[in-house]
């Protein structure tokens, strides 16, 4: 029985072995530069969660001040309005024994009432400061939750890049992409909505 032609296996295998490699190392550049890019948009995303965040508690702090100092201003008033309560109460004690009261008991119920107003004006525009400052510390604290989700996500897609290379399955590599794009979609929230 003649023998068919005789194939050289071992040039075919070290052939199949070289494509093999090839492909696997590009593809290992490709999840080495898509990781890389990753782990620089968690590095933009942890930076960004981080100074939000920092930035609300200033602004908390500055509306916590602002609410002090209005609430002095409240207590003041309330000073005004019983030195002014006391005052007409003279008044009237005078009226009732039938006798007229010193013209400086009106003026100084006229003057408590009228710093009355001034103080009314600045504890509002106080108070107006304080809800401002807690506006945007809490649209502050919304950006870091998403900055925070977008870190979260690129944790995870850094892993599944890891897992992709270790085990050369495509799939797990485009769920990381997938991740990572979901990721810098939230990292875009902030810019579109800020």
């Known amino acids: 029985m003649p023998e068919g032609p005789e194939i050289e296996t071992e040039n075919l295998r070290e052939?199949?072995?070289?494509?093999?490699?090839?492909?696997?190392?590009?593809?290992?550049?490709?999840?080495?530069?898509t990781t890389a890019?990753?782990?620089?948009?968690?590095?933009?995303?942890?930076?960004?969660?981080?100074?939000?965040?920092?930035?609300a508690?200033?602004?908390?702090?500055?509306?916590?001040?602002?609410?002090?100092?209005?609430?002095d201003q409240w207590a003041y008033y309330?000073?005004?309005?019983?030195?002014?309560?006391?005052?007409?109460?003279?008044?009237?004690?005078?009226?009732?024994?039938?006798?007229a009261a010193p013209s400086r008991l009106s003026a100084e119920s006229a003057r408590?009432?009228?710093?009355?107003?001034?103080?009314?004006?600045?504890a509002t525009a106080l108070e107006?400061?304080?809800?401002?400052k807690a506006r945007e510390a809490e649209l502050l604290l919304s950006q870091h939750e998403t900055y925070a989700a977008a870190v979260a996500l690129l944790?995870?897609?850094i892993a599944l890049g890891a897992i992709g290379a270790l085990t050369r399955y495509r799939l797990v590599w485009y769920?990381?992409?997938?991740?990572?794009?979901?990721?810098?979609?939230?990292?875009?929230?902030?810019?579109?909505h800020g």
């Open 57 to 71: 508690l200033v602004l908390k702090t500055e509306a916590t001040r602002l609410q002090g100092e209005a609430s």
């Open 175 to 192: 769920g990381s992409v997938g991740l990572g794009v979901v990721a810098a979609i939230l990292l875009a929230i902030p810019i579109f």
């Open 15 to 33: 052939a199949i072995k070289e494509e093999l490699e090839h492909d696997g190392g590009s593809f290992l550049k490709r999840i080495a530069l």
């Open 128 to 132: 107006h400061g304080r809800d401002e």
């Open 78 to 99: 309330q000073a005004k309005g019983i030195k002014s309560a006391v005052a007409l109460s003279a008044i009237n004690m005078w009226e009732a024994v039938g006798k």
């Open 112 to 122: 408590y009432v009228a710093q009355q107003d001034s103080i009314s004006r600045k």
């Open 155 to 157: 944790q995870i897609a």
């Open 37 to 55: 890019i990753l782990a620089a948009c968690a590095a933009i995303a942890a930076l960004r969660a981080g100074a939000t965040v920092n930035e």
